[in-house]
């Protein structure tokens, strides 16, 4: 289950939940093992991966996992492999750039100002009868007819913070590749996610969220000699965030706490002054004041500077030369992460109107009042907090292999069925670019050649195999026009011709060929 609790740029990284969630404890301890080509990663790292460079995904969970990573993998792992090129392939260059628009899936819908106070008096009344409303008649109609919006304020706080919709960029190039003893992948990722709250004028820094992330992929393999193969795998994530010093989610709450009509966003510039008049209330809750949600907003910036890189040595021997199916490997990762936090704060200074103070001029109607200090502990300079933090993890892992042919079939129909399978699959994904080794087909071509398949060709005398139909390139009496089509396939990958034959006596369909198949194995063929 991937789990994304917010949409906030740069805090919208999903939870990956493999086998539930196996403990109260928050955070990382209910999150899968991640391993991206073999080096352990976080959520973080794996949402921050460009698609493009992604190979395969793979998912272990129950007893597969814990026999392998032990009780690391108690809560399921999760295995990344990204992309490598293909050996003797000219440049593939792919360019991906997009445009999206973001916003919110659902808003709740808050009562206007006017509606909030004759409930909250129906309110009071219906369990207090004959109590004392809270808003009084003229502060209900002075805001319908919206006399002063200072004395009568009506304030619809989501509007006020945060805007309809948003929009973002992302781009990618990568090209991959090989000659003919090496092959490599090279990925550039740039996104640029905006957030959805409003640019408040009154705060310099520019307080809405901009998450700039940059994205690099490198991956190099070569065969040293026709037993050894080397790779080396480099990742560098780099992200440039800043947004607000109180997080979204904390201005949503003060949204929905916040009361519509106690007091206005601000009051006008006080004379002889050079700091902004906010608007609230004294006798709240918060500091004997209620929130101020653009006030909170307006007060502060966070910028952070992040920088993740993982590096990967790998080395592959075969070691059939001391006996077939034998190999060893061997992987040396690691993983830097660095991030500087810089904050930028003040404390608003905050005002309410004196009610012992307000006149009304009785020929015009106009009222005039003084304001009061609700804090005392206002500031009109930023001040500033750093904060750095890092960590570095180092991994070295050595394996010894051993495979054996015998122990892949249990008959000689079920061989047949995996080399038909296989061949088509490898064929496939060969002329598709989706393989990156040549090796992977070489292989499949040396199992059909090998004792169990020509054993078994001797039981199914229609049965063409790859040597035999070389040899004997004639009709059968069930001959198969598939056959055709992989043999020219596997001609033209041996003279290292990476285009196809544009020209075959059928046409290839995968899904069909599987119920083909489905129907040979129901054959007993």
Request: aromatic share 12%; net charge negative.
């Amino acid at each position: 289950i991937s789990v994304q609790k917010t949409g906030e740029p740069g805090a919208d990284g999903a939870n990956f939940w493999i086998r539930g969630v196996s403990t109260f404890a928050s955070g990382s301890a209910q999150n899968a093992l991640i391993l991206i080509d073999g080096t352990e990663s976080s959520t973080y790292d794996l949402n921050a991966l460009a698609p493009e460079t992604i190979e395969s995904f793979s998912v272990l969970k129950d007893a597969t996992a814990t026999a392998l990573y032990g009780s690391r993998g108690a809560n399921g792992v999760l295995l990344v492999t990204t992309k490598s090129g293909r050996m003797n392939q000219k440049p593939t260059i792919n360019v991906r750039v997009e445009g999206r628009m973001s916003m919110p899936t659902q808003i709740p819908e808050l009562a206007d100002g006017v509606t909030y106070m004759k409930m909250f008096n129906e309110a009071i009344e219906a369990r207090t009868p004959g109590a004392n409303p809270q808003f009084t008649d003229d502060q209900i109609q002075g805001t319908i007819e919206n006399r002063n919006p200072y004395l009568y304020p009506n304030n619809d706080w989501y509007d006020i913070i945060f805007k309809d919709v948003t929009f973002n960029q992302a781009a990618n190039i990568n090209v991959s590749g090989g000659s003919k003893n090496m092959d490599y992948f090279v990925s550039a990722t740039f996104n640029n996610d905006m957030g959805l709250v409003q640019e408040a004028k009154e705060n310099p820094l520019k307080n809405n969220i901009q998450n700039l992330r940059y994205s690099f992929q490198a991956n190099v393999n070569t065969h040293i000699s026709s037993t050894t193969k080397m790779g080396v795998k480099l990742n560098v994530q780099i992200q440039d965030y800043k947004g607000p010093y109180n997080s979204i989610n904390t201005i949503f709450n003060r949204v929905m706490w916040a009361q519509p009509t106690y007091f206005p966003v601000k009051f006008p510039q006080i004379e002889g002054t050079n700091y902004i008049a906010w608007g609230n209330k004294s006798g709240g809750a918060q500091l004997n004041r209620y929130p101020n949600p653009y006030a909170e907003l307006a007060s502060g910036i966070k910028e952070m500077f992040r920088i993740t890189t993982m590096a990967t040595f790998n080395i592959d021997q075969d070691l059939k030369f001391i006996t077939k199916g034998l190999s060893v490997k061997g992987l040396f990762s690691m993983k830097h992460f660095s991030s500087t936090t810089l904050n930028r704060t003040y404390t608003p200074y905050y005002f309410e109107i004196d009610p012992n103070t307000i006149v009304t001029d009785p020929i015009t109607g106009n009222q005039s009042w003084k304001l009061r200090n609700v804090n005392n502990d206002g500031t009109d300079a930023f001040s500033f907090t750093k904060a750095y933090s890092g960590d570095r993890l180092f991994n070295f892992n050595v394996s010894l292999d051993y495979l054996s042919e015998n122990e892949f079939f249990n008959d000689e129909k079920e061989c047949r069925f995996y080399m038909e399978t296989k061949l088509i699959q490898y064929i496939h994904n060969y002329i598709t670019n989706e393989v990156t080794e040549l090796e992977e087909l070489m292989e499949i071509k040396q199992l059909i050649q090998r004792q169990k398949l020509e054993r078994m060709m001797k039981v199914h005398k229609e049965m063409r195999g790859l040597d035999r139909y070389r040899e004997q390139p004639k009709e059968y009496k069930y001959h198969d026009p598939y056959d055709d089509w992989i043999f020219r396939q596997l001609a033209d990958i041996d003279n290292r011709n990476n285009i196809p034959d544009t020209s075959p006596q059928v046409d290839f369909n995968e899904a069909d060929y599987e119920d083909y198949l489905k129907a040979k194995w129901n054959r007993g063929l």
